[in-house]
């Protein structure tokens, strides 16, 4: 805009023209051809655009600056005369620029707008109008010295590119051999280095596994550990208990078997179970080993087969470990409970349970046709292993005092219920009470035989109904014994009788296994049923030998 400003009036030079001088001044007046209107003048290999010429009668004037603007112009260098016989080069249309950006285009306000430039930082020296002045029209500036070395041209310069080998802060540039060379060897290194580990890692293996290259392998082991067991645990019980116990090896004729027995005094007398030593008979064999390895020979005290038990005895021994005895009574369901013995001959075998359930009344035996060989026991009954072999054996109760007699067991394949037949365990393992035990035991040893209580009265064995029947006819004479416990308590023949002591039965065996777990002489209370209606008698148990 050229509002406020003075100057001469006439048409203004355009930003894209130049002044150009008369040929009357030039020195050479001759040789040069009008410039046609938009046609080009070159100097050297430069093309640059050049503006049609200003009329000779126009005037010239340079840009008017603001007064408050104006200020001393930078002298201008004197121009130069150009060679005789060579043209003048033009002139330059503008000022040099000092960033060194080209003009682009033709004449004209359509000429296409440059790109945008980076920067380039002029070189050390340069001279540079000061700041906010705008120098006339046409005044030349010094050109720079050019820096030493190449330099780049105009458009080559690119901050971000990689810079010229040996520029300063640039990095040697590798020959391509050279890399791939490098290339071989960081991949030799690194496959080197795998193949150590592989192989550094199955020695290693090796080693851990087998202990070392030809060493003998030695394993970690826990020191060996001197302290006891408590007393109530059951390597305790145990450790107190296995000296007194035996086993038992029966032969006799074509009979042999295998069976335990516990020591009960220091004269040498052991308790076990009656079918453990039926077999030797009247003149078979009876060897015990003690848990020490110890053998001596055995003889029988006393036997019932009634009660299941026998007593016998072994001489010339020292040093015997008779096993306390329990109270079967202070037993309750739930308590914890130990069997030892010799399952299938392996002597001192330890197994333990609890105590499943008491006066569980059985029976075992029964392959005489007289039934003189059938026990009646009020059994404990236990879920601790019990096996062929265990029979006769002490079940311990946590205090390593001698509770039962493992006695029968009720294996899977068994229809006629409890027996000592062969079979193996399935958790159902039944015992003698010791209080009976002591009781039958102490009789054997003093009198060699067992007495039974009896009520004096025969049973109907073949009643089905709930109870048990007094039958109509004994085997040898009435069935009620006159002068007998029944006969004084007013029983007749085909009474029921359904309680003993107000506990039920519901058999006939199972009358005679309560009867039997009372001692001769004990009172009883019996509930009789007769003619539908029911009563309560009294009665004191007699005394049988066992025949």
Known sequence: MDEGKAGAPGPKPQWWSRPRRAQADRPDGAGEQPVPPGAQQYAGAEARPVAPPLPQDAPREAHPAHPAEQTPADPVAPPVTPAPGHDAAP????????????????????????????????????????????????TPFP???????????????????????????????????KRARRGRLVAGAALVALAAGGIGGAIGAHLERDGGIGGNVTLPQASAEQASRAPGSIAGIAARALPGVVTIHVRGGEDQGTGTGFV?????HILTNNHVVEPAGADGSISVTFNGGQTA????????????????????????????????????????????GAPFDLAGTVTTGIISAKERPITAGGEKR????????????????????NSGG???????????????IRSAGSEDGPGGGQGGSIGLGFAIPINQAKRVAEELINTGKATHPVIGVTLDMEFTGDGARVNTQGAKGPAVTPGGPGDKAG????????????VPVHSGQE???????????????????RGGRERTVQLTLGSADAG
């Open 511 to 529: 009358l005679i296994v309560k009867i039997r777990s009372h001692r001769p002489g004990d009172r009883l209370g019996l509930t009789v049923e």
């Open 370 to 389: 007289d039934g003189s060989d059938v026990s009646y026991v009020d059994a404990l009954q236990t879920d601790a292993p019990i096996n062929p072999g």
């Open 297 to 340: 020979k055995a003889t029988v005290v006393g036997r019932d087969s009634g009660y299941d038990l026998a007593v016998i005895k072994v001489t010339g021994v020292s040093g015997l470990t008779p096993l306390p005895l329990g109270n079967s009574d202070s037993v309750q369901v739930g308590d914890s409970v130990v069997a030892i």
């Open 264 to 268: 009960l005094d220091k004269r040498g």
């Open 491 to 502: 029983i007749e023949p085909r009474d029921v009788i359904t309680k003993v002591d107000g």
């Open 394 to 408: 002490p079940l311990m109760d946590a205090q390593a005092r001698v509770i039962g007699i493992n006695s029968a």
């Open 143 to 177: 050109a720079a010295a050019p820096p030493a070395g190449p330099q780049p041209g105009p458009w080559q310069y690119d901050p971000w590119a990689a810079r010229p080998q040996g520029a300063p802060g640039s990095h040697p540039v590798e020959a391509p051999a």
């Open 91 to 138: 002139a330059p249309l503008h000022a040099p620029d000092p960033y060194g950006t080209p003009p682009y285009g033709g004449p004209g306000p359509w000429a296409p707008a440059p790109p945008v430039q980076r920067p380039v930082t002029p070189a050390h020296g340069t001279h540079l109008p000061p700041a906010g002045v705008t120098p006339a029209h046409g």
